[in-house]
């Protein structure tokens, strides 16, 4: 299986203008040197630089695993302004954000030790990613099928169905039917980078 920089890139740099700079700037603040927060997300040190400089343009699952790798959010990479710490995000609030084919919206505040993401994931799209990393995971279905791996296993989620695991468990997901799948999820964040520095990528067979 390849690893996450072996991925098409989704579009044109311009899509994502601030996230360049962020990502830099973001490294630096959690002390990490390029090679090591490369491989705390599954990268190479030549791909995250080149993300860092603006000549390839990250996927969502690269944003997560960044943002986990430096103990911040989604948002925060691509340099959105904070909605703030209000306990309730209106639906006109939720502005939707693109990456490597994968659509999602904020449906948490900023600042919190969990994210809470609306995200629909096309089908074909990256959703063969293999991740490990401290946490939890929560996910429930909205609309489509979802194929989820974890570990040794192969789960298939209809609408209505969810999923609550230790995110230490190697998994991935990815949409089974052709129009793609909706769904809600919650992760926690990492509340320190050093903890990012035992992470590694993992290969497998597709489910």
Known sequence: MSSPESQ??????????AVAPQLRALRRRASLTL??????????????????????????????ALARVYGTTVSELLGETAVGRDAVVHADEMEPTRAGGWTYWQAGASGRGMQALRVRVP???????????????????????LRLRLGDGAHLLAPGDSAHYDSLTPHRIA???????????????????????????????RP
């Open 8 to 17: 098409p890139s989704a579009g044109p740099v311009e899509d994502l203008p």
């Open 35 to 64: 090679e090591a927060a490369a491989r705390a997300a599954g990268l190479s040190p030549a791909h995250l630089s080149r993300l860092e400089t603006g000549r390839r343009q990250p996927s969502l699952p690269m944003l997560l």
């Open 123 to 145: 089908h074909g799209s990256q959703g063969d990613i293999v991740r490990v990393h401290p946490g939890e995971e929560w996910l429930y279905v909205l609309k489509g099928r």
């Open 175 to 205: 949409a089974e039917d052709p129009d793609g799948v909706e769904l809600l999820f919650v992760h926690t964040l990492l509340q320190s980078p050093a903890t990012a520095l035992c992470l590694g990528h993992l290969t497998g067979e």
